[in-house]
């Protein structure tokens, strides 16, 4: 299996692709949430927002989150509309999301023609307790079907994940635990193509290669491209690789 990487903007990159290419969209994009209010959401930056005083680490930011929820649901319906027209028929299409922007996900996903079919939780068992309410130890996975679903396939996948945050070798700031992004490509099939329009530090990518599908990410950040870039080839052996030029 290969991969292909962009560095670029992911709506920019996402008009380029051919139509029907992917057979599945498994994406983290930038929740522009962790406020109360609107002007909390869009003046401080993602490590402002994701990230705790105290914490003994120093990942890098990341671009792209400071839109009111108004702006983010036209954005994400924008870009979730461009990769429908990449999506296959039965295509599969899976959304990370928190709680403060579940409700406009799952409108930007069926407003790009996807057809929902459900929410998953991700539940994060080493998430922080909160003094007197209960723990927000979940973010949740929307996800829907470019038309139907294949039912041809013997495959029976799972409605829930639990698994915390990596910690050894952490190298983004929402870096997604490797068992639940296998889990998940597994909707794709075998020898299928998945597609990541937010890579981030690879690990959709990772997951992709490790359950022989290949896969074609975009990243807008250099920092997380080159990262990106190096846990890829390290899934895969030089011949394996392709590495798109930066986009215009």
Excluded at 170 to 190: F, G, N, Y
Excluded at 203 to 230: K, N, P
Aim: charged share 25%; net charge neutral.
């Amino acid at each position: 299996m290969g991969y292909t990487l962009h560095r670029g903007d992911a709506l920019t990159v996402l008009k380029t692709l051919r139509a029907e290419s992917v057979h599945a969209v498994i994406t983290d994009p930038p929740y522009n949430s962790g406020g109360r209010t609107s002007s909390q959401r869009t003046s401080r930056t993602a490590r402002a927002k994701y990230v705790t005083s105290n914490s003994t680490h120093n990942l890098a930011s990341f671009p792209g989150e400071n839109r009111d929820q108004r702006s983010y649901r036209g954005w994400l319906t924008e870009l979730l509309t461009e990769c429908y027209r990449v999506g296959v028929d039965q295509a599969v299409a899976c959304v990370f999301t928190d709680w403060r922007q579940e409700p406009t996900t799952t409108d930007a996903l069926q407003m790009a023609g996807w057809t929902w079919s459900g929410t998953m939780p991700w539940i994060k068992p080493a998430s922080r307790p909160r003094k007197g309410g209960f723990k927000q130890s979940s973010e949740f996975i929307v996800w829907g079907v470019k038309g139907s679903l294949d039912h041809s396939r013997a495959i029976y996948l799972p409605g829930d994940f639990t698994a915390s945050q990596p910690r050894k070798d952490r190298v983004h700031i929402t870096q997604k635990p490797v068992e639940v992004m296998q889990a998940l490509v597994r909707v794709c099939p075998e020898g299928g193509t998945v597609l990541d329009p937010f890579t981030g530090s690879g690990t959709t990518g990772v997951a992709a290669l490790r359950e022989d599908r290949d896969f074609i990410g975009i990243e807008l950040s250099d920092h997380y491209a080159a990262i990106a870039d190096e846990r890829l080839r390290g899934e895969l052996t030089q011949n394996d690789v392709v590495l798109a030029a930066p986009e215009d």
